[in-house]
Structure formats: structure tokens, C-alpha cells
């Protein structure tokens, strides 16, 4: 079964910064503001604001591609990979039947590379 | 002009004295009383006379605030240089010591940030060969 995935995670992965928030969240997660903050100044060479990063997190939360949570005196980053398996799923690991029957011109171009005398592929 | 102290603004001075001395390794360096606290700093053993640090009372009301803000968002307010900042992270680890991010390589410098238990995150910061490069 195909899991749903909203317009919200395709819009939240379009951007560059939020692609190397993933990024940085996936090395490690539970990250403080400072800490994803430091990494993409220093490792991705972006010179975004706090203010602008706390944004791009707002709208991978709403994907639901993040998770903020306070731990006590912190507020912790936390990534959440589940909205992107609809993607895999819809494009990658679904068994072809699931989505639709193959066309007829598709299922002769399969069996074109029949040799006349019936061995598959040889070419010689 | 020479800078000779910095301050961490901490909520309790004996507590912040035992974990600077006892966890951190500095060593006190002076102490007389100031009203209704102290004058209390601590040096670094490598630097006896280096730079002071001022054991500072936060009990001024814009002060918590201003810390909670920064703790929320695991923003060190002051930074301490270290030889090795993974050996140091193990060795206070080691001494219980909670840190809100574990050394990362950053280029030139390797940092971790911990809690001093006092209301503050503190950056400490090896240099690495980048650095020199």
C-alpha cells in the first residue's frame, strides 16, 4: 500500500538549506539551534540567520520531516525520515501491478531482445 | 589596555566555584567579600596569570531570561580553549559532566558545548592542523 505523501514534504526537500538540514540531522540527531546552525556556517558555507534557519525548520516541522522537542532546559532537533518513505515507496520499491497494468507496447519491447532462436540476449 | 577578566554570570557561586575548580580544573584565584556576595575568580593552572575569570551572581532580573533563552537554543555564551577537545570531552564526561553537543570537526576547529550547571552552555574549542594550514 501506498503511503500518502503531502505536497507539504515535496515542497519542504525543494530547497537547498532545508536538503542540508536533513543532511546534518541524519549525521546526527537531537541537535540544539546552535549546534545545526554551526554545521551548515561551517560545512555548507551558508550564511543564513538564525531567525532564517528557525523558519526552514518551522516549515520541515510542518512536513512533519522534523520534530522540535524540549528536553528539559534544551530544545532538541530531532529528524523524522517517515514522510520521505511514500516517496521510495511510490516510485521505487512498489511491485509494478500495484500502480497500474503494464501497456502492451511495453510488455513486446520486454521481450524484444529474444534472439530469433529463442536464447535471450545473445547478440552474436 | 589589557583585558584581565572575563564573567559567566552563574545562580549560585559555591556551586559554580565547585564545578570550575573540581570538574572544569581551574583554580581559584581571588575571593573577598562584595555586599551580599562574593568577589570570587578563577585562572586557568596554565595561566596563573592569565585572564580571570569572574564567578559573577545572575541575580539581576534580565539576567535568567536572557540565559534560559540562550540554554533553549544550546547557544555557548563563553568558550574555553583545550588541547584536545575530544580527550577533554571523555575526561569530563567521565566526571558526570552533561555536554548538549558532543565534539564535531568544523575545519579548523573542533568544539563541543556542556552544561555548567550554573545556567550557562560553555563552548570549549581544540584547534585542529587546518588550522595552522
Same mark, same amino acid.
Given at each position: 500500500? $501506498?503511503?500518502?505523501?503531502?505536497?507539504?514534504?515535496?515542497?519542504?526537500?525543494?530547497?537547498?538549506?532545508?536538503?542540508?538540514? $536533513?543532511?546534518?540531522?541524519?549525521?546526527?540527531?537531537?541537535?540544539? +539551534?546552535?549546534? +545545526?546552525?554551526?554545521? +551548515?556556517?561551517?560545512?555548507?558555507?551558508?550564511? @543564513?540567520?538564525?531567525?532564517?534557519? @528557525?523558519?526552514? $525548520?518551522?516549515? +520541515?516541522? @510542518?512536513?512533519?520531516?522534523?520534530?522540535?522537542?524540549?528536553?528539559?532546559?534544551?530544545?532538541?532537533?530531532?529528524?523524522?525520515?517517515?514522510?520521505?518513505?511514500?516517496?521510495?515507496?511510490?516510485?521505487?520499491? @512498489?511491485?509494478? &501491478?500495484?500502480?497500474?497494468?503494464?501497456?502492451?507496447?511495453?510488455?513486446?519491447?520486454?521481450?524484444? &531482445?529474444?534472439?530469433?532462436?529463442?536464447?535471450?540476449?545473445?547478440?552474436? | /589596555?589589557?583585558?584581565?577578566?572575563?564573567?559567566?554570570?552563574?545562580?549560585?557561586?559555591?556551586?559554580?566555584?565547585? =564545578?570550575?575548580?573540581?570538574?572544569?580544573? =581551574? %583554580?581559584?584565584?581571588?575571593?573577598?567579600?562584595?555586599?551580599?556576595?562574593?568577589?570570587?575568580?578563577?585562572?586557568?593552572?596554565?595561566?596563573?596569570?592569565?585572564?580571570?575569570?569572574?564567578?559573577?551572581?545572575?541575580?539581576?532580573?534580565?539576567?535568567?531570561?536572557?540565559?534560559?533563552?540562550?540554554?533553549?537554543?544550546?547557544?555557548?555564551?563563553?568558550?574555553?580553549? %583545550?588541547?584536545?577537545?575530544?580527550?577533554?570531552?571523555?575526561?569530563?564526561?567521565?566526571?558526570?559532566?552533561?555536554?548538549?553537543?558532543?565534539?564535531?570537526? /568544523?575545519?579548523?576547529?573542533? %568544539?563541543?558545548?556542556?552544561?555548567?550547571?550554573?545556567?550557562?552552555?560553555?563552548?570549549?574549542?581544540?584547534?585542529?592542523?587546518?588550522?595552522?594550514?
Amino acid at each position: 500500500m $501506498l503511503s500518502f505523501v503531502t505536497d507539504d514534504v515535496y515542497r519542504a526537500i525543494a530547497d537547498p538549506t532545508r536538503r542540508a538540514i $536533513l543532511d546534518e540531522l541524519t549525521e546526527r540527531s537531537g541537535q540544539t +539551534l546552535f549546534e +545545526l546552525c554551526t554545521r +551548515l556556517a561551517m560545512k555548507h558555507g551558508l550564511g @543564513s540567520s538564525r531567525q532564517a534557519i @528557525s523558519q526552514h $525548520l518551522d516549515v +520541515l516541522e @510542518s512536513a512533519g520531516l522534523v520534530r522540535i522537542e524540549r528536553a528539559g532546559r534544551y530544545v532538541r532537533i530531532e529528524i523524522e525520515t517517515a514522510p520521505l518513505r511514500g516517496i521510495v515507496e511510490r516510485w521505487l520499491t @512498489s511491485p509494478a &501491478p500495484a500502480l497500474a497494468p503494464p501497456a502492451p507496447e511495453v510488455a513486446e519491447a520486454a521481450e524484444a &531482445p529474444e534472439a530469433p532462436d529463442g536464447r535471450p540476449g545473445d547478440t552474436e | /589596555m589589557k583585558i584581565n577578566l572575563a564573567s559567566v554570570l552563574i545562580d549560585d557561586q559555591d556551586k559554580a566555584l565547585a =564545578f570550575y575548580t573540581e570538574k572544569l580544573g =581551574f %583554580v581559584k584565584k581571588t575571593e573577598f567579600p562584595v555586599g551580599e556576595a562574593r568577589w570570587l575568580t578563577v585562572v586557568s593552572p596554565e595561566e596563573p596569570d592569565g585572564v580571570e575569570l569572574v564567578l559573577e551572581p545572575d541575580s539581576h532580573p534580565a539576567v535568567r531570561p536572557f540565559k534560559e533563552a540562550l540554554v533553549r537554543d544550546g547557544i555557548p555564551w563563553t568558550s574555553f580553549a %583545550v588541547e584536545d577537545c575530544q580527550a577533554e570531552f571523555e575526561r569530563l564526561s567521565a566526571l558526570g559532566v552533561t555536554f548538549t553537543q558532543p565534539p564535531i570537526d /568544523m575545519g579548523p576547529v573542533v %568544539v563541543a558545548v556542556l552544561d555548567d550547571t550554573c545556567g550557562n552552555l560553555i563552548q570549549i574549542a581544540s584547534q585542529t592542523d587546518a588550522a595552522q594550514g
